[in-house]
C-alpha cells in the first residue's frame, strides 16, 4: 500500500534552514510529487511540487527560500528550507500530486513539524 514517511522536522530560529525528506513506497514513483503543510485551525496548503523530469513549481510564500527535489532511485523527495521564518511553522506533509496542485492519495502520513521560533 501507499506509504509516506516524512522526517526532517525540528525546532529552528528565524532565517535557519532545515531539509525535509519524504521516503515514498507503494505506487510509482516517477509522478509529480508535492509537499503540503498545515498549521494549527488553518486549511493545508500546498507548498511546492516536482514532476518526475524536476520541474518544480513554488508557492509564493516560498519562492526563493525552499527547494524542492527528488531522487528517483531512492523514492524520496526533498525540501530544502532556508530564510525560514515563523509564519513556515506547520506540519509539513508530502504526496503525489496533481497537475493543479492537489493531492493524489487520501492517505496521508504523519508528517513532520516544523517550529521556526526564537
Known amino acids: 500500500q501507499v506509504q509516506l514517511v516524512e522526517s526532517g522536522g525540528g525546532l529552528v530560529q528565524p532565517g535557519g534552514s532545515l531539509r525535509l525528506s519524504c521516503a515514498a513506497s507503494?505506487?510509482?514513483?516517477?509522478?509529480?510529487m508535492g509537499w503540503f503543510r498545515q498549521a494549527p485551525g488553518k486549511q493545508r496548503e500546498l507548498v511546492a511540487t516536482i514532476t518526475s523530469g524536476g520541474s518544480t513549481n513554488y508557492a509564493d510564500s516560498v519562492k526563493g527560500r525552499f527547494t524542492v527535489s527528488r531522487d528517483n532511485v531512492k523514492k524520496t523527495v526533498y525540501l530544502q528550507m532556508n530564510s525560514l521564518k515563523p509564519e513556515d511553522t506547520a506540519v509539513y506533509y508530502c504526496?503525489?500530486?496533481?497537475?493543479?496542485?492537489?493531492?493524489?492519495?487520501?492517505?496521508w502520513g504523519q508528517g513532520t513539524q516544523v517550529t521556526v521560533s526564537s
Open positions: 504526496n503525489a500530486a496533481t497537475s493543479t496542485g492537489r493531492p493524489v492519495f487520501t492517505s
Open positions: 507503494g505506487f510509482a514513483f516517477s509522478i509529480p
